[in-house]
Nanobody
Framework: QVQLVESGGGLVQAGGSLRLSCAAS????????MGWYRQAPGKQRELVAH???????NYADSVKGRFTISRDNAKNTVYLQMNSLKPEDTAVYYC????????WGKGTLVTVSS
């Protein structure tokens, strides 16, 4: 079973940037398509970006052009570079597999002030 630990969240002003990291345990990390999800207060968790094992990426319309997902298989790590942040990006961010999720980590809180 893969364990996931997210980090890098914090408080940032609108227009600012943050880089999230997700460290995964397990030797087969590289074969999984991975995604970044977020859950805002009172809302359902949503997938905002994902990356395949081969490095192809896809983004939700709400973050396209502002967020970039990447992965380093040698480090078992997935990243989310978030630029031009908006108050509506405020949420707890989680990483997980896309096809069949593992146990969820604790996530990392991103708060964007206006």
């Amino acid at each position: 079973q893969v364990q996931l630990v997210e980090s890098g969240g914090g408080l940032v002003q609108a227009g600012g940037s943050l880089r999230l990291s997700c460290a995964a345990s397990g030797s087969r990390f590289s074969i999984y398509a991975m995604g970044w999800y977020r859950q805002a207060p009172g809302k359902q968790r949503e997938l905002v970006a994902h990356i395949t094992s081969g490095g192809s990426t896809n983004y939700a319309d709400s973050v396209k052009g502002r967020f970039t997902i990447s992965r380093d298989n040698a480090k078992n790590t997935v990243y989310l570079q978030m630029n031009s942040l908006k108050p509506e990006d405020t949420a707890v961010y989680y990483c997980n597999a896309v096809v069949r999720t593992f146990d969820w980590g604790k996530g990392t809180l991103v708060t964007v002030s206006s």
